[in-house]
């Protein structure tokens, strides 16, 4: 019988963790129909694809989730803090996003590393 309560417990862990990996593929999916419906390739790139002065291939590697999400929710502000300050020319401009969309948003760019 312990034998059995452990194996439960051991196969709940594994459902658990394999939901949390499952919904996080899940909002990075949404995040990159986000980066695509809202025209984020006329400035960036990904894979080569989009505006290459602007390339996000290893933006995971660079930046934390949460300097992902200060440069979408406030690109101005963000630029004023960082150093040395970006010179791309026109400046980041914010988006109209729902808090889903910035969450799904940061969660796909933050898996972009290089290998």
């Given amino acids: 019988m312990k034998k059995l309560a452990a194996a439960v417990v ?3 862990a594994v459902l658990c963790a394999t939901s949390a990996g ?3 593929d899940g ?3 949404k995040g990159k129909e ?3 419906a809202q025209k984020c390739t006329l400035c960036h790139s990904i894979a080569g ?3 290459k002065k602007g390339s996000l291939d290893d933006v995971g590697s660079k930046l934390t989730p949460d300097q992902i999400k200060a440069w979408i ?3 101005e ?3 004023a803090v960082t150093t040395p300050p970006p010179t791309r020319k026109p400046p980041m401009k914010k988006k109209p996003l729902t808090p889903g969309d910035i969450d799904a948003l940061v969660a796909y760019l933050s898996g972009l590393k290089k290998t």
Wanted: glycine fraction near 10%; avoid cysteine.
């Fill in 77 to 79: 502000g963000t630029a």
């Fill in 22 to 24: 499952f919904a996080q």
């Fill in 73 to 75: 929710t406030d690109p």
């Fill in 27 to 29: 909002k990075a999916i």
């Fill in 34 to 36: 986000v980066f695509t």
């Fill in 49 to 51: 694809s989009g505006n």
């Fill in 10 to 12: 051991i196969a709940a």
